[in-house]
C-alpha cells in the first residue's frame, strides 16, 4: 500500500483570514506480483499463467477466457478487472466458475495440438513455412550478387531494367546466369515473369537498399573494432571525383585487438563531400563524422595528411585546429606524397640536364598526343609501350615515360 499525504484546509473568517492544515493519509490499493499465484489447499503454492495485468489500462484479465469465450460478459473476461480491494475474492470465484475450466481445458488443448504441428491450418502453416523458406533462399542468392558486384567494384544497373533483355546490368544478368541451374532462381524468375508475385526483390530500389544495408553493417563491425581499441590515428585525402566534386576519403588506423593476435589495421570509414577545402572547413566535417560515427576526438592520437597547405598548414590548416583541440593527436606528413616531392624536386630542378631531359620527353608526348594519327604512328614503331605525361608529385610518371623511350 501507497501513502499519499494530503491537506485539508479550513478557512476561518474573522478579522483576518487564518488558514489551518490538518494531514490526512489516504491508502492507495494497487496491482501487486503476489496475485500471480494461489494457495492450493494442501498448502502448495500454483502459478496463475492465465493471469495478464495490464500497465496501460491498470486492469487485469484472464487470457484464456478472454480469447476463448468472447460471450463471457464478466470483467476479467472483457473490459477488465480494477477493483483491488476485493481483487482475491473475484479471482477465486472465477476460477472455480464452469467458463473459466472450459477455456482452460481450450487453451491446453491448442498447446498441446501446436506442440505436436497438429492444428486445424497445418496445411496451410506448412504452405507459409515453406513460403518462408524460399524467400529466404531467394534474397541469399540476391544478397550474394550484391556482394560479389560490390567487391570486384562493378556497376550493378545498365540502360535497362528488365531481367532478359539487352543492356540490363551486371545484377540482373547474374541473376539470369544463377538461373541456368539454379531450381530456386529459376522458381521465382517463373512466378516474376507469369505475375504470380508483386514481390521480386529485383528493383533498382531494392538493389540500393540492401547495397545500404550491407554496408551500414559492415561500418557497425569496423566502428566496434575502433572502439575496441579507444586510441586510433585518422588519415584524410581530398580528391575531385568524375562529377568534379571535391570528395574527401576519411581512414582509420588503430590497433585490431579483436583477433587472437593483435595487429595495426586501417579502415576506410567514408566518402565526404566537401565544398569548403580550406582548413576550417576540412575540419569541421572531420568533427561531424568522428561524432556521427561514435568516436571521441579526445581519443585520436595520430592524425597524417598529404603536404596540401590547407592540411598541414602551421597556423590554419586541419593539424593546427585539430592541435588546438587535442594536443596528443601528433601530425605526420603522408610519407608517400614527401618522397614524391623530393624525388621531383631533385631530377627535374636541381640539374640542367635533368631539366633537359625530362623536358625532351614531355615535349615528344604532347607532340604524339595532338591526334589520333600522330599515336598511330608512334604505336606502330613501339609496340606494348605508350608515352605518359609527367606529373609534379608522381615520381612513378616519370619512370614510365621514360621506358616508352629508353626500351
Not at 237 to 266: F, G, L, N, Y
Amino acid at each position: 500500500m501507497n501513502g499519499e499525504i494530503l491537506w485539508s484546509y479550513k478557512v476561518q473568517q474573522k478579522d483576518w483570514q487564518v488558514i489551518t492544515y490538518s494531514p490526512k493519509i489516504v491508502l492507495k490499493r494497487h496491482f501487486s506480483h503476489v496475485y500471480y499465484s494461489r494457495k492450493m489447499s494442501e498448502g502448495q503454492k500454483q502459478d496463475r499463467r492465465w493471469l495478464v495485468y495490464s500497465k496501460s489500462v491498470n486492469k487485469i484479465f484472464y487470457f484464456c477466457c478472454k480469447f476463448f469465450n468472447r460471450n463471457d460478459k464478466s470483467q476479467l473476461a472483457s473490459t477488465g478487472f480494477s477493483d483491488w480491494k476485493n481483487i482475491l475474492k473475484r479471482l477465486r470465484e472465477h476460477e472455480s466458475s464452469r467458463d473459466h475450466i472450459v477455456c482452460m481445458k481450450q487453451w491446453v488443448e491448442l498447446e498441446l495440438r501446436l506442440q505436436k504441428n497438429q492444428t486445424i491450418d497445418k496445411h496451410a502453416q506448412d504452405v507459409i513455412n515453406k513460403e518462408r523458406i524460399h524467400w529466404r533462399h531467394v534474397l541469399l542468392r540476391i544478397l550474394a550478387v550484391v556482394k560479389t558486384l560490390a567487391k570486384q567494384n562493378l556497376a550493378f544497373r545498365g540502360s535497362n531494367d528488365k531481367i532478359g533483355e539487352e543492356d540490363c546490368g551486371n545484377f540482373l544478368s547474374f541473376i539470369e546466369m544463377i538461373a541456368d541451374f539454379d531450381p530456386v532462381i529459376i522458381e521465382h524468375l517463373r512466378r516474376y515473369k507469369e505475375d504470380e508475385s508483386q514481390c521480386h526483390f529485383l528493383s533498382n530500389r531494392i538493389q540500393n537498399e540492401l547495397i545500404a544495408l550491407l554496408a551500414n553493417e559492415i561500418k557497425g563491425m569496423i566502428i566496434k573494432k575502433i572502439q575496441g581499441a579507444k586510441y586510433f590515428s585518422v588519415i584524410l585525402d581530398c580528391t575531385p571525383d568524375i562529377s568534379h566534386h571535391e570528395q574527401m576519403t576519411v581512414v582509420i588506423r588503430c590497433v585490431d585487438v579483436t583477433t587472437t593476435s593483435a595487429k595495426v589495421e586501417e579502415f576506410f570509414l567514408t566518402f565526404l563531400k566537401v565544398d569548403d577545402t580550406s582548413g576550417e572547413g576540412l575540419f569541421r566535417e572531420l568533427q561531424e563524422v568522428l561524432a556521427a560515427f561514435d568516436l571521441k576526438i579526445d581519443d585520436v592520437r595520430g592524425q597524417g595528411y598529404d603536404n596540401g597547405s590547407n592540411m598541414k598548414g602551421k597556423h590554419k590548416g586541419v593539424q593546427k585546429r585539430f592541435l588546438e583541440v587535442n594536443p596528443r593527436a601528433f601530425y605526420t606528413p603522408c610519407s608517400c606524397h614527401s618522397l614524391n616531392l623530393a624525388l621531383c624536386d631533385m631530377a627535374t630542378t636541381s640539374s640542367t640536364k635533368a631539366i633537359s631531359f625530362f623536358g625532351i620527353i614531355q615535349r615528344t608526348y604532347c607532340l604524339f598526343s595532338l591526334s589520333n594519327k600522330l599515336w598511330k604512328i608512334f604505336e606502330d614503331h613501339v609496340g606494348g609501350l605508350t608515352l605518359k605525361a609527367l606529373s609534379n608529385t608522381r615520381w612513378e610518371s616519370h619512370i614510365e615515360s621514360v621506358k616508352a623511350v629508353k626500351l
